[in-house]
């Protein structure tokens, strides 16, 4: 019988043949923190004060808000004058604040800690190029300056880019993590957010050299981002992304897996809205849960997941009732769980 993580690696395979489905993130073990994550993104926790970032972006996180979330508005945005970006936008240096062995020691031997229990050590890279921009404008600025603007924009996506693979390399090299899941959504659950061309001018370049890092390393390309994705699937499988985690229903998961033809594994799949509520009752996860599989597992490369960005449901009754239907479908489809 295979290990959790052989499946996973199994799964991964063009031509692999996993002896069942997945549990969500069954396999790896996510361990997000790091020296320069810490530095930049502060001291996130529910019930805090508002908190400003490296970048200048007011995060909060309230009691009752079930993560931190940034909130711009006109009058704390970073960058009011996209074409005075360079005056108002100082980029952190994580190379002079965090680029010391000693500190990211304790972290690394957390990673070797992970594998040898025979788990694959998953690092994390939060706030993607996208989601970056519209911390630092607001939603309504980055979409105006895409049309207007683009060569102030295509000069801070570039900016940021650097920045991202800077810690890129970090990750890799300190670390030496067998994945890395890193966070860019670039849609909303019906489309994207801006054209296929202009994520293609403006986002997918910045990924070119972080990617190719990580591959040239060895390292799992697990990118998340819930949202519709269909227009630029092939752009991601060029960039190297190996799962796609967050592939949220909406998207004709079917089809994908058709074309797709084993190039890059589709990781979600389950409804938030259905299995992740506070009356969501077991049995209606259980029957969501095993819709999903029916559907998907025939296709191959699929694991069944909540489709946020790390794991972990909100309401307690949610991950036990989601993992104990894909054991049973398990069971039935393939004799194990």
Not at 134 to 141: Q, R, T, Y
Not at 152 to 163: A, T
Request: proline residues 7%; negative net charge; glycine residues 6%.
């Amino acid at each position: 019988m295979m290990t959790s993580s052989e499946l996973f690696l199994e799964t991964l395979k063009k031509d692999g043949k996993p002896e069942r489905l997945l549990k969500q993130y069954e396999g790896c073990t996510f361990f997000p923190p790091n020296p320069a994550n810490n530095f930049v993104r502060g001291n996130r926790h529910r019930g805090m004060e508002p908190l400003i970032d490296k970048f200048g972006t007011t995060i909060l996180w309230p009691e009752g808000q079930i993560a931190a979330m940034p909130h711009v508005t006109a009058d704390n945005k970073v960058i009011d004058d996209i074409c005075e970006w360079k005056n108002q936008l100082q980029i952190p240096d994580i190379l002079k604040e965090t680029d010391d062995p000693a500190l990211w020691e304790p972290f690394k031997q957390k990673g070797k800690e992970i594998k040898e229990s025979g788990s694959l050590f998953m690092a994390f890279m939060p706030t993607g190029v996208f989601e970056r921009l519209h911390f630092l404008m607001g939603f309504e600025d980055m979409l105006m300056n895409f049309l207007l603007e683009e060569d102030d924009m295509m000069e801070l996506c570039e900016e940021i880019g650097k920045y991202r693979l800077t810690l890129t390399k970090m990750i890799v090299d300190y670390l030496e993590p067998d994945v890395i899941l890193t966070h860019d959504d670039w849609g909303s659950k019906t489309n994207l957010f801006t054209s296929p061309e202009v994520w293609r001018q403006f986002i997918k370049p910045q990924y070119v050299e972080q990617y190719k890092y990580m591959k040239d390393h060895n390292v799992i390309i697990m990118h998340h981002a819930d949202s519709f994705m269909e227009p630029i699937i092939e752009d991601m499988v060029e960039l190297g992304i190996d799962v796609w985690q967050g592939t949220i229903p909406s998207n004709d998961i079917p089809k994908l897996q058709k074309q797709l033809d084993g190039r890059m594994v589709l990781m979600g799949g389950l409804d938030a809205a259905v299995v992740d509520r506070e009356d969501s009752t077991v049995e209606e996860i259980t029957e969501h849960v095993t819709k999903a599989c029916e559907a998907y597992a025939p296709g191959g490369h699929f694991i069944p997941c909540i489709t946020y960005g790390g794991p972990g449901c909100l309401f307690p009754q949610a991950d036990p009732a989601i993992n104990a239907a894909i054991d049973e479908f398990n069971k039935k489809t393939y004799g194990i769980c």
